[in-house]
């Protein structure tokens, strides 16, 4: 019961945000043709015709240099920048919560982890992903590895910190001297509260996948079997006429303003959830 | 005391780094040479002559023990010698100096440019919270920095050099140009560097103008603020010199943590513009599976970057009268 209400109450603050509803309203537009492709799709974005056709009744956004509809991969494409956003938000997300929550609550372990989330957040992350994903064969699974490797840190430094206040609180006190075990302490009283800013988090982490994956295909690394908006561009930039003819208008600009369009969409919804976390942002702006 | 934790954790990075650059290539299955000639995936096939070959068979050592082969790295490393470019047909070292210059020139530019107007905006934005120029700022600086850089880039190419014809598009000097005068050298210089610059600085901005906005916001709340105001202070006094000098504490932060991020734009921008900086011969040893390179320019990046943490960390102690007596 409380959870429904909990939920309402959510829903409405956040429904106040215009910039929340426009985002959410442009991600669920790419969550519909992601989930529903194979039947929005005019064809199997694998399937030849002839290359280089502009723009028909056939081919609503023409074909590529090998002779696939491009409208179809572009539909196709929302299935891989979703799906590996998704995928590895939450993984790292649950990986990140746990490292943090620990290391916010036990001090050794915890000095020691921060010292390893230092190494990783000093090295670049763009070159060290160019750097393994050459080394590595290019397929969509090694991706999701590196990108969970590189994002959990951050998350565990955010938790972390956030604990280390949450556990000075006087309910936690009170809990750990009527002997509460630390499981119970860590799932009941602090893991709730870390919550929300778990959420803001997961959605910054999306979208950074989500430019991650596209300039990891765009420089030709990414698994050249998936059809990615990143890889459309690609094999576009890569195309000796792109610049100097009329081509980039159906190649090129779709698929850049589809992922364009997605991490608006998450930065969107990104700063509304900010704002209703943040009480000091809260009430300022509502836009 | 907070000093030399400080360093220790840099040596102790620096180490990891070189290690890693070691042992990734000698990790991954088969052997590094074998990437070379049967990768799956590659756009190009590689065909080795014995000479390039023994160059490689050398630079990886793989003839001797481990522990020799990392002594050895290591002290190549300390030699200046990252090993041989198998696409350039030199030493790597020698091609990332070359190259150090003109990506230094555009990640200086553009990381002076995209703070202070972050900053500037920032300031305006929470001084005017709520209002119709914060509104205004807030979405077209969140909207513009959803473009991925290389989008962007190409784009921009599009607009400005092919339909407008206004910037050139490639290259960061005109080719087999010779110059009557310095300054006639260093305004073709800029006019290469207009349009990459612009690109990073447009996909860089939002990112500080909205920790400066966060930041300003908070301060605003804080109580020496309502004093100001309580002691009848003038509005803009107050923003100008109790608010804007606390909130840029955490900025300081930001541009070392930016500057690792901002390179990664700066290899897509320097890839779609095809200007001459190390991101760009990032891109070409991918194409070309020229490993030795793409490890070197690596190396070169994640150490000056860890140089410029180490400077942001070193300024941050002297800001803040607090860390000082740690």
Known sequence: ?????????????????????????????????????????????????KPMEHPSSDHLLGTNDIGQDILSELIYGARVSLFIAFFVSVVSGIIGT?????????????????????????????????????FMRPSIWNLIFIFIILGWP???????????????????????????PDTYILMKHILPNVFPLLVVRLIIEASHVIIAESSLSFLGLGDPVVKSWGMILHYAFVYPTIFISDLWMWWMLPAGLCITLTILS????????????????RGMTRI | MHRITKITGYVAIILVVLSFNFFLPRLMPGDPLSFLTGAPGMDMPIVLD???????????????????????????????????????????????????????????????????????????????????????????LLSIGSFPPFFLGMLFIILFSVKLNLFPAFGAQTPFMEYSSLLEEASDILYHLFLPVTTLVISHIGGVYLLMRNSMLNVIGEDYILTARAKGMA????????????????????????TGFMIGGTILVETVFAYPGVGRLLFDAVMYRDYPLLQGAFLIITLVIIAANFVADMVYVQLDPRLKHD
């Not at chain 2, 068979?57 to 190549?76: A, E, I, R, V």
């Not at chain 2, 006094?237 to 541009?255: E, F």
Request: no cysteine; hydrophobic share 50%; net charge positive.
């Open chain 1, 266 to 281: 998450l930065t969107f919804i990104g700063y509304a959830l900010e704002e209703l976390v943040n009480p000091r942002l």
């Open chain 1, 154 to 180: 951050i998350t565990t430094r955010i938790i972390r910190s956030e604990v280390l206040s949450l556990r000075t609180r006087n309910y936690v006190e009170a809990a750990r001297m009527v002997g509460a």
């Open chain 2, 50 to 140: 014995e000479e390039t070959r023994a160059k490689l068979l050398t630079y990886y050592g793989l003839d001797k023990p481990l522990s020799q082969q990392f002594y050895d790295y290591m002290l190549g490393i300390l030699h200046g010698d990252l090993g041989w470019s198998i696409y350039h047909n030199a030493p790597v070292s020698d091609i990332l100096i070359g190259a150090l210059k003109w990506t230094f020139l555009l990640v200086g530019t553009s990381t002076a440019l995209y703070m202070v107007l972050g900053i500037l905006l920032g300031a305006i934005s929470a001084w005017n919270r709520g209002g119709k120029s914060d509104v205004g700022l807030l979405v077209s």
């Open chain 2, 235 to 258: 509005e803009w006094y107050i923003m100008r010199k109790h608010a804007t000098k606390n909130a840029l504490l955490p900025i300081i932060t930001m541009i070392a943590l930016r």
């Open chain 1, 1 to 49: 019961m409380t959870e429904i209400k909990d939920l309402n109450r959510f829903w409405n603050a956040y429904k106040e945000s215009r910039l929340g509803l426009i985002g959410l309203v442009i991600l669920l537009f790419f969550v519909t043709l992601a989930v529903f492709a194979p039947y929005i799709a005019p064809y199997d974005p694998h399937e030849m015709f």
């Open chain 1, 98 to 134: 746990a490292f943090g929550l620990l290391s916010g609550y036990f001090e050794m372990f915890g000095f020691f982890l921060m010292r390893i989330v230092d190494a990783f957040l000093a090295i670049p992350r763009l070159p060290l992903i160019i750097v393994i994903a050459a």
